[in-house]
């Protein structure tokens, strides 16, 4: 088989075998193939497309690169979530305890990861003690005992899209479905999971500006789930504004808490009933959605939930007194006000500048290095469509220096009053199933 064959035959519009994905997926994984035939090959795939099969084959390809998570002596069905990225995105924190609280056996790895603010690990350390290094044994009978255990990323993962992501950033190609869709969906499977929920976000702090776009990321998706045996749900959810109120490691955390009290934003608390649902019934948990929404209320409103977030926080070293008790979490030495300039409705919160404004307090990593500051942040008290009067404040910033003079101009520059009402946005634009 010859690479050249391979590009000219996707340039012309036509499907490749399964043998041709393999061949180049490895071949580019192994070195053999050389980045120019690769970056040619990418640019063809980014205007002729992919089909269904050609999808499925891709993703099984770049799983097969490189090791895969055994999962396997973890009783029941293994159900992951991914997100395709926001800001103040506290979901993983409220979902872990609240699906494990019913049953649904939550094994979850995590990164660090650069961003806005720290990932998922980071956001747990907020736990005085709390630590994710433990061993593959421990964390099995961790998730067998608890339904629930977190371990830092390890082993060697799709290797293969860790090559072919770097190389489209730098091509023009990474904004193609079938790259993007395979991309994500075998960093999932490699991980181990049996049932895939995604939240695909929508809107002007997304990676898909557009529903549309959206939509057939949502449904191409759930198609490779479906192709390669492992059930998949999603939903498109509102990403013009950040998710909750709070932006920022310590501060999502005490959100979290909140919010498998029963007493957390209303959207954050709508959108991870309603991911919760799907990963429930996916687990075979509920016989249908509607019961798997019922049984989620039920774990929040009798405290289930979050007993579950303190076996799962002291199983894994840390003071689950934290819970009861949220000013135990690091705290910021300033709390800021932005006062409104006008009074009116807010018509825009800019998401990606918001959590732009969070990292320059230091909730965030710029590079890999750089060390985060769990307790600062954002928290939000308006959204929009609601109402401000002028001097109210819009949002409280949490910082441990005293001038904030940048951050409250990038904040004033983004968020948008208007003098007449504005509507509120839609959380949810579409579930799949
Ligand atoms: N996120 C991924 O993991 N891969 C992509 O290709 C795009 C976003
Ligand atoms: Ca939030």
Known sequence: MRIIDIIEKKRDGHELSKEEIEFFVNGYTENTIPDYQISALLMAIYFQGMNERERGDLTTAMVESGDQIDLSKIDGIKVDKHS????????TLVLGPLVASVGVPVAKMSGRGLGHT?????KLESFSGFHVEITNEE?????????????GQSGNLTPADKKLYALRDVTGTVNSIPLIASSIMSK??????????????????AFMKTLDDSRELAHTMVKIGKHVGRNTMAVISDMNQPLGFAIGNALEVKEAIATLRGEGPQDLTELCLTLGSQMVYLGKKAASIEEARKRLEESIKS??????????????????????????LPQAKYAIELPSKQAGWVSEMGADEIGHAAMLLGAGRKTKDSTIDLSVGIVLKKKIGDY???????LTIYSNNENVDEVKNKLYECIKISSEEVAKLPLIYEVIS
């Open 303 to 328: 405290g289930k939930a979050l007993e579950k977030m303190k076996t799962f926080i002291s199983a894994q070293g840390g003071d689950p007194s934290t819970i009861d008790n949220p000013d135990l």
């Open 388 to 394: 401000v009067e002028e001097r109210e404040s819009l």
């Open 139 to 151: 964390f099995i009978q961790l998730v067998n005992k608890n339904k629930i255990a977190v371990i």
């Open 118 to 122: 720290g990932g998922t690990i980071d």
């Open 84 to 91: 395709t990225g926001g800001v103040g995105d506290t979901t």
């Open 188 to 205: 999932k499977i490699a991980a181990g999971a049996d049932c895939i929920v995604l939240d695909v976000k929508t809107g002007s702090g």
